[in-house]
């Protein structure tokens, strides 16, 4: 096998990032205990983000595949990368020198880059194997940061659950892997497509396909197979559990579209039926279960289930509309994310860092940066126009109407309004109610930085839905050509 | 003063109103102006409390005067008088639907408009308001809750009358309620003790004469009864002011009594105004109640006779009811307070003055009017503006009715007052002992027959009851209980289960995976 | 030349610039909040007199839209930056930018977080100016619901005891019909593959089609107007909003679902809407008596005005819906009248407030003796609220009395019992608020009307007058585009609705 020197321009991105873990993990075994080499290492990480994502935003633009078809590069699979990237960088980026809680420690931010590696090398993957092998190096280092917080029961708890879950998942993952293997001859994404298109499929490569995706729905923790987000957010340290917001859900997504609009194309109407139960499942257990939370990691961790749901929507659309809305969805997700936890994450009292909901009450009137910034985060989550979060709803629900499903947009926005909900409370407790003890003031710098930047983003997101929307259908194109004729039919069903 | 002025803005604005919506438009506007003069004395609870029931009660006038001008828009697609008179005749065969059932579409404009002149003319059933609008000062009293708009509403029958002329049923209605109301008001007033209620009374009933008029087509002889009770009414009103000034505003008759010599001006206003109410010969109200009796005569209708015989009864208790107000409050023995005989005094000019003036025309008016109203100049000073069919002669068999009809109401009058001279002069127990021996009818008499009563127990008190009861049962219990707060409730519980599930267990969260697992599998392929 | 400007994206965004200038105040507390009023002030009486320039030169005799601005958006999507006014909308931004400053001049009384106050206020001038003036439907739904988020702050931050309760309510009703709506409009998305409001009312859609858009429409809009029974939200979250805020809701907000049964649901769903329209009527007909009920046994001043409002709307969805021009040219002065005064009695409401700080009838009466001339202003407007001919208020209830007359006779006679009820309640609540001898000292030291409440009075007051005595001024504007909406509609006058 010859790999040409194509291959390894487009494959830019994952050797800067496995080159420079090569290089910290020296750095952090010679100077990770003292403070300035820490600081090193952390700087050295957000530069291997940082080059990386230049990597990929002047790499390939089209849609290459590598290493006789392991991986695969370029296209739109960029711009999820570019998403992980920054997403990445902004978590790592606000991970400051504040935190204790075994964040501090030097193989942190190691660990945080070889997770991201792997999640780009799942964005890449165009093989089972390479499926597989992606997905296991992102969540091995994340089992370990979540249970960072060594001194706390918590945290180990969570690391812990995740860790269990997480093989229970990679088990089902890697049984349906097999079974496909075995029913269609092999574990190329293109390979399979062809079979699938040439003929029926046979109930093996259904059952082996239900076996996956209840693999992949764990990573993107969609009900019911999300009951570990919830605690592992509110365990993990917050800066993991910013990262664990921002960075893996939209990897895993990526990851799924390609499964399932490129791999398994040819059999849309089957797996829409699997993402449909899974969508509603998550935008209702995202829905109810926030509303009672007191902790705003644990909330968050709902808000992200329900999310998902949403995104999830897109997809089972099965058509090239649902993934470029999925597409859009995910950029104002991880925007979102970044916002809300660029708040989250400085929230704090007495240089203790805090996580009741209730401790924002009356910031509007302390903090009044933090409580705008977190009030537009909320309301853009909540889907209320003209912010960003509306048209990443609008996108997937046109795409679920167009393909039919007008039942699940409906539950869709419904559920949308039990979820404005919470958003809500939020607002209220921040704007409707006065502080009893205030949170310490200053936020970090690197904080604002991101809460700027997501808000400019969220509240111009008005401007730049028309390129983005282009880019977006144009960018799904290569991915879903294999998808069945299926979402001609079934959209037609319903114009009469 | 801007208030009056309001007022008379708007009474011309209905008077020379061209169309519909503009005699709509000063119709509303004297009701506001009257409901701000009643509730003048805004101080009072039962000022603003008459001025408010004044105000709704014209508006339920109003609410048919509007469907009236809705039903006449939709039929002539005009509100014009020119269009819609010039137009009448045609629909005379037409009918409409209305709430389901086919009614001559004249018939139906016409009832409708007439509820609205019901209302503002004070007539049975929309009368309450009047009596109590007597809160008012007592010139406000003089002219608009006698002699000008409460007349509006007969001015409308009148004006409408090219209409009204083809819907024999409205016109039968007109006159029946006109009749009634002539009767009604007149059993009240011999009961009340509130100087200016009797009065008030009084021109209800007087009201209905007008009205019962222009039910039997004798549209002329309901005008010029108006005209003529517009002087002597004004006439009572402001005499029986100025004997409410003299006694310190003392407005009840049992705290009056033998003054009469101390305010001679006054008290001999009250006779002239009395006796032209009365229909004395020769004065005012003789020659155009009269009129109207003889006009319902000529109608040889069932309805014509029964209104009749009723103003017949009527008259006789008018006479009755105006000595009644003279002996009580300017004979006897003085029953004032002290105080109020120390400052008895004839009032001053200024208020004795106006008087004058009225005083001519109670007597004058009748007699100067006659010919013009009623008699031969009529066509040429009614010229186009009233309208009666040939068929509806009782306007010309006014002239010709035997003479018992035209004795009968002045051998009544006189025997009203004779009656009120015997019960309050020669026999002064006679009124206590009647009262007593007709207890229940006294009662319904001295409470008017119960209708504020009754109207407060079928309209007032259930309208509120259901308003509360629409607003806690319907609003809170039901709307909100089952949508918004019901539903949030229904929510949160939810959730709450939802979090029960969420055990922490690390067993059950892959139990859940795995039966998540199944039944997705499951599902799929039932889905087959 | 002003013709050639972009003048409805200038009065839309020209709050904006406002929010700007008061984000750079700067100095101590009172500083900030006095000059944080003036620029809200000055800036909103701007854009009044800017908007007086699209009254000015709108050309009434031409039916379609005017001073339309395209501009490419979200350019494959068939979704466009499109703007127009028509003799629709073009009366509804100027009632908007006429109430803005008023309101923003009745809340003088706002003492804390001025500056965050009249953001929210000035943010909300360019959701409702935006909102009538779109042409396209996203843009519409961005500006629709964009409207909630700072109406939902003026009342969470700025309201009464109960203020959460009645935010949440408010929002969450609203949004949960919105929402419906906007599957629709992503259906109607779907099938036309544009958001443009001019095509889509070109476009017919097939009748079981339309049967299912115009339910989540009517779902959005009948929360809005509001009609029963989806009206519980209104007494609550005007019984605890600021006066201006309730004067915005009800003289803006509520608008707003009228506007779009014209805007959307007569022109794109005509089969449907005259398949609903008995319904519609029913559902009126059941609001202005119940309500009007309700309002007889409130002993809240505010909610008795909130019911009334409910009442009075639904004259309007009356007149919508009875396909004549006489109906629906009067449910439009209806909106623009009920605006002007209802947001007078809330002020009115406010201006005791402010003084006693209850809403509690009880505690009042006899407040014609310390405040005569305030006496007079809400004797004016109580009576131009219960429709006297001179005042606005009986143009569009009598033109929409009319409309239904001839599409159910039913329905007019039911909805004019309404007239009498609405005498009864709001002569009660006058007489118990305002006659009677002043008792309470708390009464009995209420300070006079000042300047500033009197200039709120004064213009509001003259408009009423104003268009009650000449209803033209505003009945040019609309009718030759009514004309043709009815046209159009043609033939599809409720056919089912004349069984009444």
Known sequence: MAFSANDWIAFLPETILVLFALVVTLLAAWAGDNPKGRQLVRQTVLLAYALALVAVMVGQPERTELFNGLFVAGGVLSWFKGLVLAGAFAAGWMTTQKWDEGVERAEYPLLVLLASLGMCLMISANDLMALYMGLELQSLPLFVIAAMRTRSLKSSEAGLKYFLLGALSSGMLLYGASLIYGFVGTTSFAGIAETLAAGPASAGVTVGLVFLLSGLAFKISAAPFHMWTPDVYEGAPTPVTALFAIAPKVAAMALLLSVTHYAFGPIAAQWSQVLVALSVASMLVGAFGALRQTDIKRMMAYSSIAHMGYALIGLAAGTAEGASGVLI?????????????????????????????????????????????????MFSMAGIPPLAGFFGKWYVFVAAVNAGLIPLAVIGVLASVVGAFYYLRIIRLMYFQEPDETLDHGMPRQNQ???????????????????????????????????????????????? | MAYLSLFTFAMLMLVTADNLVQLFFGWEGVGVASYLLIGFWYHKPSAHEAAMKAFVVNRVGDFGFALGILAVFALFGAVSFDEIFVAAPEFVNVSVAFLGVQIPALELVSVLLFIGAMGKSAQLGLHTWLPDAMEGPTPVSALIHAATMVTAGVFMVCRLSPVIEYAPFALDLITVVGALTAIFAATVGMTQFDIKRVIAYSTCSQLGYMFFA??????????????????????????AGSVIHALSDEQDLRNMGGIWKQVP????????????????????????????????????????????????????LTAFYSWRLLILAFHGTPRASKEAMDHLHESPGVMLWPLLPLAIGAVLAGWLGYELFVGHDMARFWGDSLLILPEHGAMEAAHHVPLWVKLLPVVLAAAGVVGAVIAYVLIPGLPGRLAEAFAPLYRFLFHKWYFDELYDRVFVQPAVRLGHQFWQRGDRAVIDGLGPDGISALVMRLSGQLARLQTGFVYHYAFAMLVGLVVLLSWYFSGF | MLSDWPILSLLTFLPLAGVLFLLLIRGDDQTVSTNSRLVA??????????????????????????????????????????????GISMPFILLATFLTPLSILASWSIKHRVRDYMIAFLVLETMMIGMFASLDMLMFYLFFEGVLIP???????????????????????????????????????????????????????????????????FASFAVKVPMWPVHTWLPDAHVEAPTAGSMILAGVLLKMGGYGFIRFSLPMFPDASAFFAPYIFA????????????????SDMKKLIAYSSVAHMGFVTIGIFSFTEQGLSGAMFQMISHGLVSAALFFCVGVVYDRLHTREIKAYGGVADVMPRYAAWFMLMMLASVGLPGTSGFVGEMLVLVGAWQASGLTAVLAATGLILGAVYMLWLYRRVVFGRAESQAVLEMAPLARREVMIFVPLALFVIWLGVFPALLLDVMNPLIAQMISQLGSLAPASAKAF
Request: some cysteine.
């Open chain 1, 449 to 496: 930085a991101v809460l700027l930047a997501s808000l400019a983003v969220i509240v111009l997101f008005v401007f730049a839905i028309g390129p983005l929307r282009d880019y977006a259908s144009q960018a799904v194109q290569e991915l879903t050509g294999n998808l069945a004729v299926y979402s001609a039919v079934s959209s037609a069903s319903y114009s009469g």
């Open chain 1, 329 to 377: 969805y995910m950029t104002t997700y991880l925007v979102m994310g970044a916002g809300s936890f660029a708040i989250i994450m400085s929230m704090r009292r007495d240089e203790t860092p805090v996580q009741k909901i209730s401790d924002l009450a009356g910031a509007s009137s302390t903090h009044p940066l933090l409580a705008a910034g977190m009030m537009l985060v």
């Open chain 2, 265 to 316: 001006v006054t008290y001999a206003m009250m006779w002239i105004g009395s006796l032209a109410l009365a229909g004395f010969p020769f004065f005012a109200g003789f020659y155009s109640k009269d009129m109207i009796l003889e006009a319902a005569w000529g109608a040889h209708t069932g309805v014509g006779q029964m209104a009749f015989w009723l103003g017949c009864a009527a008259a006789l």
């Open chain 3, 283 to 298: 559902l009126s007909v059941i609001a202005v008596i119940y309500t009007s009920l309700v309002a007889l046994a409130q």
């Open chain 3, 151 to 217: 109406m939902f702050l003026i009342i969470g931050v700025w309201g009464g005891p109960r203020r959460v309760y009645a935010a949440f309510k408010f929002f969450l009703y609203t949004l949960a019909g919105s929402v419906l709506m906007l599957v629709c409009m992503m259906a109607m998305f779907v099938q036309e593959g544009t958001t443009d409001i001019p095509a889509l009312q070109l476009a017919s859609f097939a009748p079981a089609l339309q049967f299912w858009l115009f339910l989540g429409f």
């Open chain 2, 214 to 239: 222009a039910g039997v087509s004798a549209y002329p002889a309901a005008m010029f009864h108006l005209t003529t009770h517009a002087f002597f009414k004004a006439l009572l009103f402001l005499g």
């Open chain 3, 41 to 86: 002030l000055w800036v909103s009486g701007f854009i009044f007199f800017v908007s007086l320039y699209l009254y000015f030169a709108f050309d009434p005799a031409q039916p379609g839209y005017q001073f339309e601005e395209q501009a490419s958006w979200i350019k494959g999507g068939g979704i466009n930056y499109h703007m127009g006014v028509d």
